[in-house]
Nanobody
Framework: QVQLVESGGGLVQPGGSLRLSCAASGTIFSGYTMGWYQQAPGKQRELVATITTGGYTNYADSVQGRFTISRDNTKNTVYLQMNSLKPEDTAVYYC???????????WGQGTQVTVSS
């Protein structure tokens, strides 16, 4: 089993920044992808960004150039630096971890990000 604990959400004004963190613990194999999804009220959960063990990153078009995903493999932790935040970024952000070769990811409990003046 893997446990994911997120932190760093909150309320920020448009144009501001937040940094989310997600620490994984438990039985973690050597190869895995971590990432972030967002879910706004009444909408489906959508991909924000992912990063592989080797550091390959992928971003949703809506956050490209504003958000940066990174990870510290020694700490099994992934980060999401969010800059130039917009009201439409308001959502619950979920961290996930997917081991290579497995189908079902592990999910964190979610952290609320609200962008409002």
């Amino acid at each position: 089993q893997v446990q994911l604990v997120e932190s760093g959400g909150g309320l920020v004004q448009p144009g501001g920044s937040l940094r989310l963190s997600c620490a994984a613990s438990g039985t973690i194999f050597s190869g895995y992808t971590m990432g972030w999804y967002q879910q706004a009220p009444g909408k489906q959960r959508e991909l924000v960004a992912t990063i592989t063990t080797g550091g390959y990153t992928n971003y949703a078009d809506s956050v490209q150039g504003r958000f940066t995903i990174s990870r510290d493999n020694t700490k099994n932790t992934v980060y999401l630096q969010m800059n130039s935040l917009k009201p439409e970024d308001t959502a619950v952000y979920y961290c996930y971890l997917l081991h290579i070769g497995f189908k079902n990811p592990y999910w964190g409990q979610g952290t609320q990000v609200t962008v409002s003046s």
